[in-house]
C-alpha cells in the first residue's frame, strides 16, 4: 500500500511560523513534523510515500530529499504553481502516483501513536476514517460511528483525525479543483460506503503556534 502525507496548506493559524516555513517541517521534540510521519510509515514496511506541496513547497523536498535515509522512495506532487488544491484536489491531482490500489493519506500537520496499517482491506466501502475524541477546538465533533460505519450525525460525535485509507473510486468523478474532502467524505457517508474507527491513543492537531509550543512543553 502506498500513503501519501497532505503537506500543501499554507497554514494561516500557524503564522506567523509558518511565513517562513512550510508547516510540516516545523520541529515537536526536536525532529520537523512530516519526519515523525516517515519514520513510522517506513517503520510499519510502507516503501513509497507521495508528498503534495504548495505554500514554500521547494523547502520540503531540499529538506527530505528521495526518501532514501529512511529506505522508502518519496514522490511529489506539486501544487506550487497551481495553488494548493485542498485535501480532496491534492489528493485527485496525485492519483496517477498513487495507482489504483486503496492507499493510506495522512495529515502533514497531526502528531500521533496512531499504527498505521499497510495491509489494510477496504471491506465494500470506498473509505475507512480514524476517529478521535474532540479536542478542545473541536468541540462538537465532525462525525458520528456506528456499527463500524461512518455517520454524517450522531448522538456522540467524534472528530476527523486526519487519518484514513481511501481508494481510488471515491475520487473518479470529482472534478480536478481546489476541493475540501468533508463533503465528499459525507455524499459517501449517506450512503454508507466509509467504515471507520475510534483512536483513543495519543492524537494532536499542531494547527497553531500555541499548539506547538504546548506539546513541546509537555
Known sequence: MKAMILA?????????LSDTVPKPLLHVKGKALIEWHIE?????GFDEIIINIGHLGFKIPAYLG?????????????????????????????????GDAPFLVVNGDIF??????????????????VLVPNPAHNPKGDFGLKNGLVTNEAKTMYTFSGIGYYHPKLFENEALQKSPLAPLLRKNIDKSLV????FNKMWHDI???QRLQEINEN
Open 8 to 16: 500543501a496548506g499554507r497554514g494561516e493559524r500557524m503564522r506567523p
Open 40 to 44: 513510522k510509515l517506513a517503520h510499519k
Open 66 to 98: 528521495d526518501g532514501s535515509k529512511w529506505g522508502v522512495r518519496i514522490l511529489y506532487s506539486d501544487e506550487q504553481k497551481s495553488g494548493a488544491l485542498e485535501s480532496a484536489g491534492g489528493i485527485k491531482i496525485a492519483l496517477p502516483l498513487l
Open 112 to 129: 500521533c501513536e496512531y499504527d498505521y496499517n499497510p495491509n489494510f482491506k477496504l471491506t465494500d466501502t470506498l473509505a475507512h476514517l
Open 195 to 198: 467504515s471507520g474507527e475510534l
Open 207 to 209: 494547527g497553531t503556534p
